[in-house]
């Protein structure tokens, strides 16, 4: 299925925040909300158990027509066909991902640092072996969060904005994103945003979703 590569409200999901409610449960209610691309985070996971939940993810998100990204496990990724696969700085290099998964599917690439968003090669840019430039840059932290312990340094907008003007890669926001921040991210210059609490501990994944896509279209000047 060719689904929209769309990344204007990325759920990044934490078993732990649900607060014991279905993961499952919670993706479908965010996409009903409008959630646009959704990944899976196991950081604890074994990898039989990674595999089951993203099967089961992918059966789900297939029939919405929404794309599954596995975060940093490229062979669970391969596994269940997933349609992408997101890496950080400490996971595998971006250029042995991209030649692991082909040119095809989509691959993010978490940047922790101006230095090191702006040494990505543009997804125009060619590489020797014929593979693309990541599809997005992960963003993050832009502010303060809880979720992930071992960020770096916080973004800000002012750097965020600042990225924006060097960089032609697509760029998705991460990092205490929420209600009061999301318009302010894509006015910055963000094409998205990517949130883990706003939506998985919220009490309704449903009316959290709505109320972060109305923000992103009003940070785009869109009503
Ligand atoms: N990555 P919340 S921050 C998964 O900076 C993740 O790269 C980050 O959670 C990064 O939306 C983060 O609850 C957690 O603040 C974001």
Known sequence: MNKKRDYSVYLVTDRPLCAGRDLLQIIEE?????????????????????????????????????????????????????????VGQKDLPYAEVRKMVGPHKIVGLSVDTMEQALSVPDLEVVLGDGGFGPDYLGVGPIFPTNTKKDTSEEWGLENLASLRAQTHQRLVGIGGVNLSNARDVIRSGADGIAVVSAICAAESPKKATEELLAEVMLGRGLE
Request: aromatic share 4%; proline share 2%.
């Open 30 to 86: 965010a996409v009903a909300g409008g959630a646009t691309i959704v990944q899976i985070r196991e950081k604890d996971a074994t990898a039989r158990e990674f595999y089951e939940l993203a099967c089961a993810a992918k059966d789900l998100l297939d029939r919405l027509g929404i794309p599954l990204i596995i975060n940093d496990r490229v062979d669970v990724a391969l596994a269940v066909d997933a349609d992408g696969v997101h």
